[in-house]
């Protein structure tokens, strides 16, 4: 089963990703992810991503659509995929269709994460992830059981996003509604988009997901 899930900076795509992995036996893939680690390696076009990433800002379609490809092609994903984070322009959307084409390959849902943007400032800007196990952790709305120790895996270590700060935060809001939400329309017309209340609590709309996907 292949999907993709929609929705502005802070709607709980990874969150949830994290959770569809698990109980779907799919893969997550998430386009910020990968960019992240490219620029962690400190190579020239790692500096030059973080650049783009750091004012909110949109990598080039071209790069985006060959790290997916080949990413797609690799054994893990046989069983299927989320993606998260892209497409995030038409051009990707329709690149998307051309790749999975050529892979045989489908995008069976679409699901848009329904949520309020001026809530994404606060879910964003207060996020954390542990550095040992990417569990995801928030100042106030999700801390670990006890401070400072991760519930899954114990470590101690936790990092912060770069851009997770609110001058960042509101490019980031702006380029989904100019760049990523006309997608929406794009997978309407083909009759595979849902959505689901992003608002809900974590594990209500994990409950809408999995009602969706069966
Ligand atoms: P995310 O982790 O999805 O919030 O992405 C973090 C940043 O990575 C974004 O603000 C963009 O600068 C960049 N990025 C992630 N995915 C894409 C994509 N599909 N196309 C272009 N830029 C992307």
Sequence with gaps: MNLILMGPPGAGKGTQAQRLEKTHSIVQLSTGDMLRAVVASGSDLGKQFKDVMDSGGLVSDDMIIAMISSRIDQD???????????PRTTP???ALDVMLEEKQLKIEHVIEMKVDDDAMVARITGRYTCAGCSAGYHDEFQKPETEGVCDQCGTGEFTRRDDDNAETVRSRLQAYHDQTAPILGYYKEKGIMKSVDGMAAIDYVTDQLNAILG
Excluded at 76 to 86: A, E, P, S
């Design 76 to 86: 893990d994903c046989k069983n299927g995929f989320i993606l998260d984070g892209f």
């Design 92 to 94: 990707q959307a329709e």
